[in-house]
């Protein structure tokens, strides 16, 4: 790995780019179909790998500092989003979506 690399990314970023250098021969678009991003033999191939888990933690827990976009909850032990909203399922309860689309226990609007 060149000298200049290793100070643009951190240790996981390169353990990353490095095991995508490995991934076999694979549709992003399958053949005579529109995109579909959820389809994607390569995106899939991917994201099974522990080294993209790892990126992608370390994406939104160290390089998402400021932005916080998870949180940690000492007293649970879990990790949730900032704007993870808690919904009883019931209907008349949600202000997210003002009681319009909330289904079996979680709110389907889009903000």
């Not at 053949?31 to 790998?49: C, G, H, R, T, Y």
């Not at 007293?75 to 309860?93: L, P, R």
Request: hydrophobic share 30%; proline share 5%; charged share 30%.
């Amino acid at each position: 790995m060149p000298k200049n690399l290793k100070k643009r990314y951190s240790s996981i970023e390169i353990d990353f780019l490095e095991i995508a250098k490995s991934m076999p021969p694979l549709y992003h678009t399958l053949p005579n179909q529109k995109f579909d991003i959820e389809k994607s033999e390569a995106v899939k191939w991917l994201m099974k790998q522990p080294e993209t888990m790892k990126f992608v933690w370390e994406r939104i827990v160290n390089r998402g500092k400021q932005l916080k976009p998870i949180e940690y909850n000492k007293e649970t032990g879990q990790w949730q989003g900032i704007d993870y909203i808690v919904h009883d399922g019931s209907f008349g309860n949600c202000d997210v979506c003002d009681n319009k689309t909330c289904v079996e226990g979680y709110c389907s609007w889009e903000k």
